[in-house]
Structure formats: C-alpha cells, structure tokens
C-alpha cells in the first residue's frame, strides 16, 4: 500500500481513526481510549503514536501518507491551531496540526470542529450525498452544527460558526445553559435535555407513567428510555419527545430561514432513536420556516460514528 489518508475524531472517551485510500474509500478503523490526563497533554500524542504504529502494520512509509484530517470538540483555525477544546482539558490554545505533523512525519494536517467534519462526511457518504447546501446537528451530551454553504464549509469570523445548540427556545426558562444564557436548545435536546424534560413533565401531571414508577424506585431513567418509552405511547414520554423535538424543529427553522439548505441532517448519538425524532420536529419546522425553506429534507445521518473520521479525511482530500 503505498498511499493513504487518516481521518481521526477525538472525543472526551474515545479517539476514533480511519485508513482511507486516496480517493476517500475506507479501508480499516479503530479507535484508542482519551488520555485525558494532566489537562490532556498527551491526547495528540497518543493519536500521533497509534497511525505510526498502524503505518508500521500496514507497511507505509511516512512519505506516503497523503493527508491526516482531525476533527475536535471545540474551536479551530484554519491553521490547525485549536483555540479551546474544553471537552479535552484544553483551556489554551495549542497547534495540534503542527504537533501531529511532527510525530508522524506528514506535512498535510489539517483540523476542525468535530460537527463540521460530520457534515463534511455526511455530505461525501452518507445522507447529504449531492448536496451543496447542508445542515447537520449532532445530538449527544451537547449539541454540535455543521453548515457546508455552496459545497463549502462555514466556519465563521471567530471559527464558532454552527452554535446551533445554543440557539434561544423558550423565554421561560430559569435554569442557566453552560454557555450562560437562558432557554439554549442544548438544555433540551440532548442526553441530559431529555431527561430533565420528562422530569419536569412528571411534576406537572399526574398520568400513570413507567417514567415515574422508575424515578420512585430509585434507578432513575435514561434518554433512551424516554424514546423507548414514547414509542410504546408512554404519555409523559411522549408528551417529552414531543415537546424536545419541537424545539429542535423551531432551532432548524432558524436555520433555514438564514442558510436556506437543501439538507438538514440529524446525526449524533441520540439520532439512533430513528424516525420519531424528525416526526416530532417537523411540525414545528413547518410552522416557523419561511416558506421557501421548507423544502430543505430532514434525515437522519446515515454514517453514524464514522461520519467525523470520513469528514476528517475529506478535509484533507
């Protein structure tokens, strides 16, 4: 094998890799836990050290890597530069691409913004295929946004381009969103958004729900038992999902009416909850898009946990 791509995606648990052929093609992945420790000072490192040993394997001379694309938590310059990544324990900026650059020999590094790189590798392989204009919202712990504009993606003046997540959805919350603000999507649409969504429901009415009986024994409940159970017709499951994904439908409706995409995709952990969530979303989208954006399509990422090591080699493509 004489030339290759790496697409890597570092997240707060794991680091996860692809072997690419020169034309995108993924040959094998992989992935390594997040060395966290000490601020996480040996993240690149450990990510450096296992493609070198994976070139070792594999019989590729450094010269032969044609490019390594990363994708990270947090915020990156063109430069390869992360400004803060704190999912990682990087509260200063550091060169991550210079960094990965000298452990393995390549030249051609680049790195961005883990939501970017989805969407980039949504739109090469996966449910964006063809489309120029793509938004994708990944829905996990946080909320991350991807906008690729005329096959292009936008990364904005401060590199912060796609804070889908903390979008302003309901004037009537009290609770402070980690970025500050009042009322962001992110304090309803993700593992933990869900959860306090169907808590508060539970105070609020008094149907009979399997929610309840397991936040009285004590074991309390997941997101993905609030999906589960709304699929079965949990009322206060339902009524959660519903009111969750309505204000995922208004956040997209925003962005639409300013991006105008042909795509909007739904990727990220929790989209493995399958079609309720666009079901849920889409009336709201419908109410507050203006009528020239409503005909963006609303799927669900196909690519799943390979879409940031696909984008990531795509960025380097």
């Known amino acids: 094998m004489s030339q290759v791509l790496f697409g890597i995606d570092i997240g707060g648990n794991s680091i996860k890799f ?6 995108g093609g993924l040959l094998e992945k992989w992935q390594i836990p997040t060395d966290r ?108 946004g991807g906008v690729i504009s005329g096959g292009r993606l936008v990364t904005g003046a401060a590199f912060s381009a796609g804070e889908v997540g903390h979008i302003h959805v309901n004037d009537e919350e009290a609770l402070r969103c980690n970025c500050g603000a009042t009322g962001c999507l992110e304090q309803y649409c993700t593992v933990d958004g869900f959860v306090r969504v169907a808590s508060r429901l ?14 009285k024994s004590g074991a309390g409940f997941t997101v993905r038992d609030v999906f589960d159970l709304a699929k079965e017709g949990d009322q206060i499951a339902d009524l959660a999902v519903t009111v969750g994904c309505g204000y995922l439908g208004r956040a997209a409706a925003t962005c639409a009416n300013i991006l105008n995409p042909e795509v909007i995709v739904i990727g990220g952990g929790i989209a493995a909850a399958g079609e309720i969530i666009l079901r849920k979303m889409k009336p709201d989208f419908e109410k507050y898009a203006f009528p020239d954006c409503r005909g963006a399509r609303l799927v669900l990422g196909e690519l799943g946990n390979d879409a940031g090591v696909i984008g990531a080699a795509r960025l380097v493509m």
């Open 18 to 23: 692809g072997l690419f052929d020169p034309d």
């Open 37 to 144: 420790s000490d601020s996480g000072a040996y993240i690149i490192q450990s990510a450096g050290l296992s493609v070198r040993a994976k070139c070792e394997e594999r019989g590729i001379d450094s010269r032969g890597i044609l490019g390594i694309g990363v994708g990270v938590p947090g915020t990156a310059r063109p430069d390869g530069h992360v400004i803060r990544c704190v999912n990682l324990g990087w509260t200063e900026a550091r060169n991550a691409a210079g960094e990965m650059s000298l452990l393995t020999g390549c030249e051609n590094v680049k790195v961005g913004n883990d939501a970017n790189l989805a969407a980039l590798g949504e739109q090469f392989r996966g449910a964006a295929r063809g489309a120029d204009d793509v938004l994708m919202l990944t829905l996990g712990t946080g909320i991350g």
């Open 202 to 215: 539970l105070e609020t009415f008094s149907a009979e729900s399997l929610l309840r009986e397991r936040a």
